[in-house]
């Protein structure tokens, strides 16, 4: 027997992440959990300036639901941040350079988030808009920017059959900052006022910020394209990358897909808010079933959809999750003929959560999957904005289509916007490739 050759002897052994075995290995090992925190910083903020907890601020104040829906559109940040992503995949934020490229530009976005949400705090909206609408802005960018780039670290830092569980660690993350965000906001408005609500939330940004100091960055991966040097090769190149890739045609396809994906929940995200008021609930109970059960319902779809996708695929997994939501909408039908009913409202936000929380880890899943790492923040970027992007705008008219018709109407045309997604999914299904991205190095 020959012996072994040096290489052969301390070349360390790569850790499979395959089978059940290796599922339970991803999701234990220490990138895990910092996307577990990464991922409570960026759901912290997000329904503050964009989505319920704000809303709610507003009608609180007197806002009608129209205004309120049109002032959910200054968060529009969210979702155009693939325009100035490519800076984030190629330069580093030079202030803070020594903590390379991704954390730098993190620590960055983190702090961002706590100025604004502090700046929040001191607006009153009762006297006037503006002010609120500004901060909103800049928040909502500094907010973009912390998950393009906890996106693009999440891609780089573990190989891709990690994937899924990191997606399911960082979905616990968020769906935690939405519970503080969501359920804890308005129990300190409740009985603190707004105020305190969003100094809370500006002090516990803290928590990313550390994770940010202590965590590792990720290596740099081996590029396998000549990245032009101008300021237009930038932003021109991640795009034409994916077109390469997959076709003009398939990648056309492909991004309608990721756009209309979660369309049935985005739509509706606006009105949840003002919904769960005019229905004689109070902001204590929309914390209690909403935004505390309702969280922890949508943390065990994200873990059940991160096991299934591992263990069947995502391609499948699609096709569940994509009817999950649809159907999840005609739950708040309950809620539209039983107002004031608790168990109305606990069986509408069971189903909406879970198949929120199975449907977000199946499409990052997906998407990350479509990834060039070459172009790791830009193209994630491209396709998380593309999946909010088209929910998000007819969100912020919703409120005329309530006001010209009914909360019940409203829930059954938003269920019924998921035909043009099956219809995609069917034409997609023999083209879609069960296949990774390419693997990180250091990972």
């Known amino acids: 027997m020959s012996a072994a050759t040096p290489q052969e002897s301390t070349a360390p052994q790569k850790p499979s992440y395959k089978g059940w075995a290796g ?17 409570f910083g960026s759901g912290l903020p997000f329904l503050a300036i964009a989505s319920l907890t704000l809303a709610t601020r507003l009608r609180d104040a007197g806002l009608d639901l129209h205004s309120i829906g049109l002032i959910s559109l200054a968060s529009f940040f969210y979702l155009f941040k693939f325009l100035w992503a490519p800076l984030l995949d190629r330069y580093v934020f030079l202030p803070l350079g020594f903590l390379g490229r991704r954390r730098s530009w993190l620590l960055a976005a983190q702090a961002g988030v706590g100025l604004g949400l502090a700046a929040l705090a001191f607006t009153r909206p009762d006297l006037g808009v503006g ?29 891709a059959d990690a994937q899924a569980a990191l997606a399911a660690t960082y979905t616990l993350g968020y769906r935690i900052g939405l519970i503080v965000g969501g359920a804890g ?27 940010t100091l202590l965590s590792r960055e990720p290596a740099v ?10 300021f237009l090769g930038a932003f021109w190149q ?30 509706i995200g606006v009105m949840a808010g003002p919904f769960y008021l005019d229905s004689g609930y109070t902001k204590a109970d ?47 039908l309950l809620m539209a003929h039983y107002p004031s009913q608790i168990w109305a409202f606990y069986a509408a936000i069971t189903a909406d959560n879970v198949a929120q929380g199975f449907a977000g880890t199946t499409l990052i899943a997906f998407m990350s999957s479509l990834t060039d790492r070459n172009f790791t ?26 006001e010209a018709t009914s909360y019940g109407t409203f829930f059954l045309l938003s269920a019924l916007t998921v035909v043009p997604t099956l219809v995609l999914l069917a034409w997609l299904w023999h083209r879609i490739r069960e296949r990774p991205p390419a693997p990180a190095r250091g990972g």
């Open 238 to 267: 991640p795009f034409a990358s994916f077109f390469r890739n997959n076709g003009v045609t398939f990648g056309i396809a492909l991004l309608l897909f990721v756009g209309l994906f979660k369309f049935p929940d985005q739509v």
């Open 185 to 211: 906001a308005l129990y300190l408005a409740e009985f603190a006022g707004w105020k305190a609500a969003y100094l809370g939330m500006a002090a516990l940004m803290a928590l990313p910020l550390l994770a």
């Open 377 to 402: 923040a830009t193209q994630f970027a491209l396709m998380v904005s593309l999946a909010n992007l088209p929910g998000k705008f007819a969100g912020g008219l919703s409120g005329y289509l309530v």
């Open 286 to 332: 929309i914390a209690t079933v909403s935004k505390l059960y309702g969280i922890w319902a949508g943390i065990g779809g994200a873990f059940l959809g991160g096991i299934c996708v591992a263990a069947f695929g995502y391609r499948r997994m699609l096709l569940v999750a994509a009817l999950g939501v649809a159907l999840s909408n005609l739950a708040f």
């Open 221 to 230: 991966p081996e590029l396998t394209v000549q990245r032009r040097i101008d």
């Open 23 to 39: 599922i339970r290995r991803a999701f234990g090992t220490p990138s895990a959990l910092t996307l577990a925190v990464l991922g």
């Open 131 to 159: 002010p609120l609408v500004g901060w909103v802005l800049f928040t909502s960018f500094a907010g973009a920017t912390q998950d393009s780039v906890v996106d693009a670290y999440r891609i780089e830092i573990a190989p």
